[in-house]
């Protein structure tokens, strides 16, 4: 395991051993007066100087979260207060937000991190407060008179500190928005602070990279054309050995009916390649014409979790690509944040997508009337359509080596309301599917922990705590019923569940839900199956076997 | 405990100035006239103006928060009230948030268990104790609309009967006294019980729930123990409403404490957290219907943005592009 993060046992003795609000201790405390403290495992790398320099980010320099001095660019306070300011003014959202909850709290034990760690200011209610107590303190009318009855405070290099670690314990998932009477979602609190702090350059590798990487060669890796195509060329041939099947997949070519966008972890990542293999097997099984973009080669969009321009920014690459290669529409493969923007930024920012055409599966003749205006289909919606109209192939006992589980992705269920859609798909393609408990799935569903651009390796004791209560509830399904594999619609979980699966359910392996698709397709002309898409033994086979014996 | 006493002391002080103005100093008019026409001038405008400083910024994106099933295939049933695809949808959505508090009905207490183990568990004290606190408050305040009328409307006669329907006492005990006595003591208990309610709770958290605690034991204290003139009080209302400036009759310091209260109650409302009360239907992740791919959502300051083009990305890669075998624009 990582050097990031404690031994298992040690962090589930510290779970039942600290004492936490969870458990009813440290309410003696304010929380405003608890310090911030970076330790090895909570604190993501900043943005190398390199970075900021290529997407004209501001206060590029070489520092650490664990640095006495952060070197602030001089005049940072006016920078924040102006730039909350003009915020303000930008967001009915922000303003609403900061103004009117109640500290009901409700949405206290509602947050994974605070799950996780127990620390009070994971609380969403208090992540809001950070900025809150500084909104209070500068803005608003009464300040000076109830100063200290109204919970506000000056902005300090502390309270930046603590900004820059708590609003990177956020994952932007809104779960605690289900929850909120009023709505509050914390995610806008958290996308405003974040915008804020970058302004004086307090930032995140793991988040700048990808968006530098994603700016200059279309995808977060940075992979240029040539790897790009690749790298798809070579699952081509893992799927022509194990099926006989040859798929041709066709780059930036014009005309084709639909462009494929899809997060490029799908195409370089371990286990997401196993996904794009599904996609590959189903839009050959039923002889879609489509293209792959190397040019708009990501589907996801870390400028989500940067700023709102950057999001625009790369987002815009979609539209540009589809309009250049005259395509009739957009077909999206599986992603969290990827389909947060599409479904609910795309078409305000870049849009309106007139030169595309109203969505239509060549196949089925389906409209798809819930995207006519920003023309671009979700993967499982499109599949449940086909399997609905019988026409695919399919025998689900090539997946009766796998006991699924569906972990429903933070902005798919709560962003966007697709929840009976991949259900459907994997109902159809597999015979053991295992719903975890009530309050952990759909809407309720429980971040992965490490979304929002928190991945990084060296912020793996916050990623495990914070993935703590979705593994939880795995093993809940693998203790009741044997559960091996858990299916999302993910590309960030594909790349974040195994560690923590690897960490908290040993055994649980993560499989995207195309992967299970491509298992389960017959395809015209195949070798006889007996491996899945990761050579792994397919239970028929075995049966086969036992009975060749 | 700073947080808890500081707001009580504010509290019992704000009802001592009424009453010892009153009884020692003959304030009554200050009390009675001058004071509650501020304080209502104060809150409607105050009111007006935090709507309106809300409205006047704009919702740039639909950020609808999802909490069931989106509308997509025709075969697959869409969750209406919490993922609508309408605007009428969407205005179900918040009215029954408004009246039924549906989100808070979601509410589930964690625990953590050794293991170790989460366990949610259902928790409908906060809904409960919430919806109670806040419909009683409503029928109390209609119930007020006797002094307001020479012959109070048809409805507010039926809700007062109903509300007494118990005749405990005389004059009848309306259960809604006893009701949201019962809420405010629960809301102010788990905020101080609760760990994690007591670390999240500020001062201006305890302020509003004493205050209204101070104004329903005022007004109680006049209905059931010492009994002012109730005459007195309609006339003085009734000359309120309709713009007159005349002197109360004699009618009890302990009307002046509860007129007081309200009047600092309405004068405190838009600057704080009770404009909740207006927030709860401009929240854009429940006012706003999920239909974000079927209809074209304008953000009044969105500009066309600079991007890297296809252009310039061919050009970086060109040859890359062409040994790969990708078609190029420009050769």
């Excluded at chain 1, 293999?277 to 589907?299: K, Q, W």
């Excluded at chain 2, 329907?165 to 009848?172: G, I, K, S, V």
């Excluded at chain 2, 970086?316 to 040994?323: N, Q, T």
């Amino acid at each position: 395991m990582s050097k990031y993060a404690p031994r298992k046992a040690q962090l589930a003795r510290e779970f039942l051993e600290k004492p936490t609000p969870l458990k009813g201790a440290q309410a003696d405390r304010e929380w405003w007066e608890m310090p911030v403290d970076f330790h090895d495992g909570n604190w993501c790398f900043p943005g190398k100087p390199d970075t900021l320099k290529a997407i004209g980010f501001p206060n590029p320099r070489k520092w650490a979260a664990t640095d006495e001095d952060w070197q602030l660019p001089d005049g940072w306070e006016k920078i924040i207060h102006d730039g909350l300011k003009e915020r303000l003014k930008k967001f009915r959202s922000l303003k609403l937000y900061l103004d009117s909850c109640v500290r009901c709290g409700a949405c206290a034990d509602k947050c994974h991190f605070f799950l996780g760690s127990g620390d009070p200011k994971n609380m969403p209610v208090i992540r809001a407060e950070l900025l809150r107590s500084v909104y209070r303190n500068d803005f608003p009318m009464v300040k000076k008179i109830l100063k200290g009855f109204s919970g506000s405070r000056k902005l300090t290099k502390e309270v930046i500190k603590e900004w820059h670690s708590y609003f990177y314990q956020c994952t932007e998932c809104r779960r605690c928005s289900v929850f909120c009477p009023l709505g509050i979602d914390t995610a806008e609190i958290t996308m405003v602070a974040r915008e804020l702090l970058n302004l004086i350059g307090v930032n995140n590798n793991w988040i700048l990279a990808p968006v530098a990487n994603c700016n200059r060669t279309g995808n977060h890796l940075g992979i240029e054309p040539h790897t790009f195509v690749q790298n798809i060329m070579s699952l081509v041939d893992d799927i022509e050995e194990l099926t006989g099947i040859t798929v041709n997949p066709t780059f930036n070519r014009k005309g084709a009916e639909i462009l494929f966008i899809t997060p490029s972890g799908d195409v370089f990542g371990d286990p997401g390649v196993y996904t794009m293999m599904g996609y590959l097997l189903l839009f050959h099984h039923i002889g879609l014409d489509y293209t792959i973009s190397t040019y708009a080669s990501e589907g996801g969009n870390f400028g989500l979790f940067t700023t709102n321009d950057m999001m625009k920014k790369l987002n815009a690459k979609m539209y540009h690509e589809a309009e250049r290669l005259k395509v009739k529409w957009i077909l999206g493969g599986e992603c969290g944040h990827m389909w947060r923007v599409v479904h609910q930024y795309m078409s305000t920012m870049n849009g309106p997508a007139d030169f595309l055409e109203e969505p239509v599966s060549p196949i089925t003749g389906t409209k798809f009337t819930n995207a006519t205006s920003t023309k671009m289909v979700h993967i499982a919606e499109f599949t449940a359509d086909l399997i609905k109209h019988g026409k695919l192939k399919l025998d689900p006992s090539r997946n009766d080596h796998l006991r699924t589980t569906f972990h429903d992705s933070c902005n798919v269920s709560r962003g966007m309301g697709m929840l009976e859609e991949p259900r459907f798909v994997l109902n159809s393609v597999c015979n053991s599917f295992n719903e975890m408990p009530e309050n952990t799935i759909r809407e309720k569903t429980f971040c992965c922990g490490s979304g929002s651009g928190i991945n990084a390796e060296e912020f793996m004791e916050m990623r495990m705590r914070g993935g703590f209560p979705r593994a939880n509830a795995v093993r809940t399904v693998k203790k009741q019923h044997q559960v091996n594999a858990l299916i999302t619609i993910c590309a960030i979980d594909r790349a974040t569940l195994p560690p923590l699966m690897r960490y908290w359910n040993p055994g649980v392996a993560v499989y995207g839900l195309h992967e299970l698709v491509g298992n389960a397709l017959v395809m015209e002309g195949e070798t006889p199956r007996t491996e899945d898409l990761r050579e792994n033994p397919m239970a028929i086979a075995e049966e086969r076997e036992d009975g060749d014996a | 405990m700073k947080k808890v006493f500081m707001p009580l002391i504010m509290v019992v002080l704000l009802a001592l100035i009424p009453y010892v103005a009153v009884t020692y100093l003959n304030m009554a008019y200050l009390f009675g006239v001058i004071i509650p026409y501020a304080a209502a001038f104060i809150f409607i405008a105050g009111f007006i103006w935090r709507i309106f400083d809300w409205l006047r910024r704009p919702v740039p994106f639909p950020i609808v928060t999802t909490c069931g099933q989106e509308k997509s295939l025709d075969w697959i049933k869409q969750n209406h009230l919490e993922s609508p695809s309408t605007r009428f949808g969407a205005a179900m959505r918040v009215l029954t948030e408004v009246l039924f508090f549906r989100s808070l009905f979601r509410n589930t207490k964690a625990e953590l268990h050794t293991g170790p183990e989460l366990v949610y568990a259902s928790s409908k004290w906060l809904w409960m104790g919430g919806l109670a606190f806040h419909w009683s408050l409503l029928i109390i305040g209609l119930r007020h609309a006797r002094f307001f009328f020479i012959e109070p409307p048809a409805f507010i006669n039926a809700i007062e009967h109903a509300d007494s329907f118990l005749e405990l006492t005389l004059p009848a005990f309306f259960m809604t006294d006893a009701i949201v006595l019962v809420a405010l003591t629960f809301l102010v208990a788990r905020r101080i019980r609760d760990a994690k309610l007591r670390i999240i709770s500020l001062q201006t958290d305890f302020f509003p729930l004493f205050l209204i605690g101070g104004i329903v034991l005022a007004g109680m204290g006049m209905r059931y123990l010492e009994r002012v003139d109730i005459l007195s009080i309609k006339a003085l209302m009734m000359g309120l409403v309709s713009f007159s400036f005349e002197a109360p009759s004699e009618i009890g310091a302990l009307f002046f404490v509860h007129l007081f209260l309200v009047s600092m109650l309405a004068i405190y409302f838009p600057f704080s957290k009770l404009m909740h009360m207006g927030a709860i239907f401009l929240s854009p992740t429940r006012n706003l219907p999920n239909n974000s791919r079927e209809k074209l959502h304008r953000n009044p300051w969105n500009k066309p943005g600079k991007f890297r083009t296809y252009a310039e990305y061919e050009d970086e890669f060109r040859e890359k592009m062409k040994k790969a075998g990708l078609p190029v624009e420009k050769d």
